[in-house]
Structure formats: structure tokens, C-alpha cells
């Protein structure tokens, strides 16, 4: 997470509840500060996925990196989530 916000409380809710054990996911949730600290950590391999701003991966692809980018399709919000492009499956 880059932020202590509402549109970034929905993981610590979801930790709290239980969901993520449910489903058998062990998560660990990261404050991060900023997009540029989030795409170093997903590049270094630290973080599978986070929210990083899309000019931050447009400079980090234009600097020869290999960010990808996902936006969920819903209405309202503009949570986008950022990975490496190589670590999607088909």
C-alpha cells in the first residue's frame, strides 16, 4: 500500500476479517511511500503486486523496465495495480 486512505482500506479490512487465510493466502501488507518506492520493490522481486501511478510506469518502461499495469473494470475509483509484465499468466 502507498497510502493510509479510504480508497486503501479495503486489504487491512480484509486481513482483519480473515478473508485472505479463508482462501489460503498468506498476505503481508507493506506501507510503501509512493509509487516510485512500490515499482523498485516489485522490480527487486519484494512485492508481487502494488498500487503505482501510471506515469511511474511509463518512466520505469521507458527506463527499460518491464512494469505492467492493470486497472480493474468497475465503476467508480481509479485503483490501478502495477506487477512485473513477466510474472502475468495467460
Not at 78 to 85: D, F
Request: aromatic letters at 4%; a negative charge; hydrophobic letters at 45%.
Amino acid at each position: 500500500m502507498t497510502a493510509l486512505s479510504a480508497a486503501m482500506w479495503i486489504p487491512w479490512i480484509a486481513k482483519d476479517a480473515k478473508i485472505y487465510e479463508r482462501n489460503g493466502l498468506d498476505v503481508e501488507i507493506v506501507l510503501l511511500r509512493g509509487s516510485g518506492q512500490s515499482s523498485q520493490a516489485l522490480l527487486g522481486g519484494s512485492l508481487f503486486a502494488a498500487p503505482v501511478a501510471l506515469p511511474q510506469v511509463m518512466l520505469a518502461d521507458l527506463n527499460g523496465a518491464d512494469l505492467g499495469q492493470c486497472r480493474p473494470h468497475h465503476s467508480g475509483g481509479e485503483q490501478q495495480i502495477a506487477g512485473k509484465a513477466g510474472d502475468q499468466e495467460a
